[in-house]
């Protein structure tokens, strides 16, 4: 889905119902295209105004703000598997691909409806690395790929983890790099957002500065 003019506050009210979700009937996830005639600033001043909307929806659904785990720049050419990124149990993971010649694909996979028609006790056995060589998650795996290589693109996952204290449903996802140029690069701008009832408005309020004002990309 191609967006040119952004409006943030649509953008967040699509990502929400799509991503904070409750069951697994929507995908757990939201991918945008953001069109091509942007800055990475102008890039990342949308990733911290989405950011900003989320939070707000958040707190009216479910009486919990969002808060940075992180936010970073970074250069990425290594393929990962399934897995969940490193946060609190409720949490949702915020990507923004730069334009970049390397080609890439995201995949997802629901593994609240792997656990519901294969596997009931893989919930309570949940692992945030999934290493299974057989793919028997293929069926419930949406793969991200052929982006629009000089565009910008947001993709919003929820990265929750299955605990009793999550109230919505996360997704597995892993990189996959089709061929890796070291010569070139692909920048990836990477928020994880925490679901919580804390107060962080001052320390998120510096990490966005921290991060519109570097230019910094990490390794």
């Known amino acids: 889905m191609e967006n040119t003019d952004v409006s943030i506050e649509k953008l967040a009210q699509q990502c929400f119902l799509a991503v904070f979700r409750t069951d697994s009937d929507k995908p757990g996830f ?13 890039f990342r001043t949308i990733m911290t105004s989405l950011k900003k909307e989320l939070s707000k929806l958040s707190e009216t659904y479910f009486g919990k703000k969002l808060s940075y785990h992180w936010l970073v ?49 893989f919930l309570t056995n949940f692992t945030p690395v999934f290493k299974d060589v057989k793919s028997i998650l293929a069926p419930f795996t949406t793969k991200l790929k052929s982006f629009d290589k000089e565009a910008y693109h947001i993709v919003i996952m ?28 692909r920048i990836v701008n990477s928020m994880v957002l925490n679901m919580t009832s804390e107060e962080k408005n001052i320390e998120d309020q510096k990490r966005e500065e921290s991060y519109l004002n570097s230019n910094v990309i990490s390794t």
């Open 30 to 42: 939201k991918h945008f295209n953001l069109g091509k005639n942007r800055s990475p600033l102008e």
């Open 158 to 185: 929820n990265n929750s983890s299955p605990m009793l204290s999550a109230e919505t449903l996360g997704v597995y996802h892993k990189a996959v790099i089709v061929e890796q140029d070291f010569s070139e690069s």
């Open 73 to 121: 720049r970074f250069d990425q050419q290594v393929n990962t598997p399934f897995h969940v990124d490193n946060a609190a149990h409720q949490s949702f993971l915020l990507l923004g691909y730069e334009p970049s010649v390397i080609e890439s694909e995201l995949h997802i996979a629901d593994y609240h409806e792997f656990a519901k028609e294969n596997d009931k006790d």
